[in-house]
């Protein structure tokens, strides 16, 4: 049986603790909600985070450095070269392997691979963690003109090489002839 001092006890304990309670709540009832509607709300990203690779393609030399450093083989890339311009073809990485430990980044002599903020990678398709870092296939607008005007200019030289020898040629036959001729007066 509850004693009298007991049963106010009791009541003054829940009294107590439900007080403390609203107070907590209270506390967070007046400070603006902390909850992010993710995907469509997201917090910011440390600068320094490493998420999903970018490519400053236009920069890239396709020199194989990242996929080298890369320890679990995860970078590879294909282009044409014409002369110093690149046709790209690919440059995929494999998110099914990356530890995004960021050696790759480290060793590229353009500074054109960086580790991005984004992370989202969710998918029910494994091929598609195998992400193609181009911006662009083929060649950049830029660099098909550089090769083009390269193209001209190689071929204005060899005309004019050939041009030059063709002159020279006739020149030779020319003063041969009159060479000839001179001989044949005497
Ligand atoms: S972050 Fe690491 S594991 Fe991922 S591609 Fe770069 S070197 Fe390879
Ligand atoms: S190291 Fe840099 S320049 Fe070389 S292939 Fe990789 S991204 Fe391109």
Redesign the pocket.
């Known amino acids: 049986m509850v004693s009298v001092r007991e049963y106010f006890d009791n009541i003054w304990k829940t009294v107590k603790s439900t007080t403390v309670g609203m107070r907590i709540t209270g506390k967070y009832f007046l400070q603006k909600p902390i909850t992010v509607q993710y995907p469509d709300e997201r917090l910011p990203i440390p600068d320094r985070y ?1 998420g999903i ?1 970018y490519l400053e393609q236009e920069k890239c030399i396709d020199c194989l450095a ?1 996929a080298r ?7 590879e890339m294909d282009a044409i070269r014409h002369g110093k311009e690149l046709e790209w073809i690919s440059f995929t ?3 099914q ?9 480290y060793p590229c002599p353009k500074d054109c ?1 960086h ?1 991005g903020t984004e992370f989202a990678l969710t998918t029910t398709d494994r091929s598609e963690l195998n992400l193609d870092l181009l911006s662009y296939k083929g060649m950049a607008p830029d660099a098909r003109v550089r090769m083009r005007e390269a193209e001209a200019k190689k071929k204005a030289k060899a005309e004019a090489k050939a041009l030059a020898a063709e002159e020279k040629s006739n020149g030779e036959e020319g003063g041969s002839g009159e060479a000839g001729g001179g001989k044949d007066g005497a």
Do not use: Q, S
């Open positions: 490493r690779h990242c450093a890369c320890p679990i083989d995860c970078i990485l494999d998110y392997k990356c530890m995004f430990c960021e050696l790759c980044v691979i580790m």
